[in-house]
C-alpha cells in the first residue's frame, strides 16, 4: 500500500482551488438513473469513491463518459439492465445504497447488498427502507440484500424521520420525485449537499420545495428529463484547507468556495483566532500572530459543526493554548485517531463521546496510520505542523475523499510526498 511521507513546519502559502464535493457529487450520479435521458454533471472530483460509484451505476446499465481533464461525467440510464447493486462495489462504499430509491421509483424494483460495517460506527440503513415502505415499497431482508418491489410504482406520503439522516433524506427525495401525489419529509437534513440534489432534480423537472430546511416537499412528476449540473464546491476540503493554513501558521487563498457552506466551522476558526477574509471567488485563512486558543466543539447536523471536520479541527487544537473539550454526538466510534495523534505528542484524554485536547508546544513527526478518512487527513494537518517525519499508512483512506491532496499542499510549500507502495515495501 502507498504511503505519504511529510517533513513538517512549513508554514503553507498560496492558493488551493477547492475540488467539487464528493458528498454532493455521489447523489447526482444516481440521480440519473431516474430518467432515460442524459445528465451531465461538472465539477466532479477525481476520487476513488467516483470511480466506485460510477462502476456500479455501469454494472446497472447506464452508459457513462468521463473526461477527467474537463472534470464532466455524462450518464444515460436509457436502458437499466440490472436492478442488483452486488456485495462486491457495495462494500466499498456505504454511499451505494443511494441506488436504492431511484431503481424502485423508476423500475419498480431493486436488489440492494446491506452496505458493511464501518470504522466510524454503525450507520443503519433502516430510515430508508421505513421511509420507502411509506412510499408503497415492499421490503424484504434476505441473505444480506434488501428485496424492493413497487410494481404499480411509489405513492406519496408523509414521513417523519426520526433522526436527521442526509443519505435517507436523498434517498427518499428522489425516490419521491416520482411518486403519485405529495410527499412531506420531515425533519429532513439541511446540508447543502440537499440542497445541490435538489437543484439538479429541479433542472431534471422535479417539483421540489423547502430543500434546505427541515420540512421537504416534492410533488411526483411522470418522468425527468435531461439537464446539465455543476456540482458545489466540497465544504470539508474547504475546512480541511484552512485547517492546514492555520495549524502552519501559514496563509492561504481557498479558491472557487465560500464561507456561507461552514457558518459554525467558520466562527470557530474565528473563535481560535484564526483570521477569515472574504475574496471575490473564494476567501483567505490567515493565522495571528497570537497562539491558537483552545475551542469547545460540539458535532451536529448543519448548520451545526460537521462530525466530517472534527478529526481536522482536533488536529489543530493539540497546538492550541490551553485546552479544548470535543464533543462527538452524530458517529460513535469516531475518535479513532487520537491514538495516532497522541504518537505524535499531543495530549488527548477520552471520555466517552467527548474528547479533551491539552495543547503542547510541539508535536513530533512519527509513523502513524490511517483509519478512515477523516482520520488520515488530521494526521497529514498534523504531520505538516510536527517537528521531523511523519509517515502515513493506510493512504486509500485519503483518495476516497482528497483530489491530489499531495500535488495541492506541496504547490503551497508543503514538504509531502506519496511514496508508492514497492518503494514502501523496499524501504
Known amino acids: 500500500m502507498d504511503q505519504i511521507r511529510i517533513i513538517g513546519g512549513t508554514p503553507l502559502r498560496g492558493t488551493i482551488t477547492i475540488s467539487g464535493a464528493k458528498n454532493a457529487a455521489l447523489p447526482l450520479l444516481t440521480a440519473a438513473l431516474l430518467s432515460n435521458e442524459a445528465l451531465e454533471l461538472t465539477n466532479i472530483p477525481d476520487l476513488a469513491d467516483i470511480k466506485s460509484m460510477i462502476d456500479l451505476l455501469e454494472q446497472h446499465g447506464l452508459t457513462v463518459s468521463r473526461d477527467l481533464e474537463a472534470k464532466k461525467v455524462t450518464l444515460n440510464a436509457q436502458a437499466i439492465n440490472n436492478t442488483t447493486a452486488p456485495y462486491d462495489i457495495v462494500r466499498k462504499m456505504r454511499a451505494s445504497i443511494l441506488v436504492l430509491g431511484p431503481l424502485v421509483a423508476r423500475c419498480g424494483e431493486a436488489r440492494v447488498s446491506l452496505p458493511g460495517g464501518c470504522s466510524i460506527g ?196 493539540t497546538v492550541c493554548q490551553g485546552a479544548s473539550m470535543m464533543t462527538e454526538t452524530i458517529f460513535e466510534n469516531r475518535f479513532m485517531h487520537v491514538p495516532e495523534l497522541c504518537r505524535m505528542g499531543a495530549n488527548i484524554t477520552v471520555h466517552g463521546s467527548s474528547a479533551l485536547v491539552r495543547g503542547v508546544s510541539q508535536l513530533r513527526g512519527a509513523p502513524v496510520m490511517a483509519t478512515d478518512l477523516r482520520a488520515s487527513v488530521s494526521l497529514v494537518l498534523a504531520g505538516l505542523a510536527a517537528e521531523g517525519e511523519t509517515i502515513l499508512s493506510r493512504v486509500y483512506h485519503l483518495d476516497r475523499g482528497y483530489e491530489h491532496i499531495e500535488t495541492k499542499l506541496r504547490q503551497c510549500g508543503a514538504h509531502i510526498e506519496r511514496i508508492k507502495e514497492k518503494e514502501a515495501l523496499a524501504a
Open 122 to 317: 454503525t450507520r443503519p440503513v433502516d430510515i430508508h427502507l421505513r421511509g420507502l415502505e411509506e412510499l408503497g415499497a415492499k421490503i424484504e431482508l434476505k441473505d444480506g440484500y434488501i428485496n424492493a418491489e413497487a410494481p404499480n410504482g411509489l405513492r406519496g406520503a408523509t414521513i417523519t424521520m426520526p433522526i436527521v439522516s442526509v443519505t435517507a433524506t436523498e434517498n427518499l427525495m428522489m425516490a419521491a420525485t416520482l411518486a403519485k401525489g405529495t410527499t412531506k419529509l420531515i425533519n429532513a437534513a439541511r446540508e447543502p449537499e440537499i440542497v445541490d440534489l435538489a437543484n439538479c432534480l429541479r433542472s431534471m423537472g422535479a417539483n421540489i420545495q423547502g430543500d434546505g430546511t427541515d420540512t421537504i416537499t416534492i410533488e411526483g412528476v411522470s418522468k425527468l428529463h435531461k439537464a446539465t449540473h455543476r456540482v458545489i464546491a466540497d465544504r470539508i476540503e474547504t475546512g480541511t484547507f484552512a485547517i492546514a493554513a492555520a495549524i502552519t501558521g501559514g496563509e492561504l487563498y481557498l479558491k472557487d468556495t465560500s464561507i456561507d457552506l461552514l457558518p459554525s466551522f467558520i466562527s470557530s476558526l474565528q473563535k481560535a483566532g484564526v483570521i477569515i477574509e472574504a475574496g471575490q471567488d473564494g476567501f483567505w485563512v490567515k493565522s495571528s500572530a497570537q497562539p491558537i486558543a483552545g475551542v469547545d466543539i460540539m458535532t451536529e447536523p448543519y448548520p451545526g459543526f460537521a462530525t466530517d471536520l472534527q478529526a481536522q479541527m482536533m488536529a489543530l487544537m
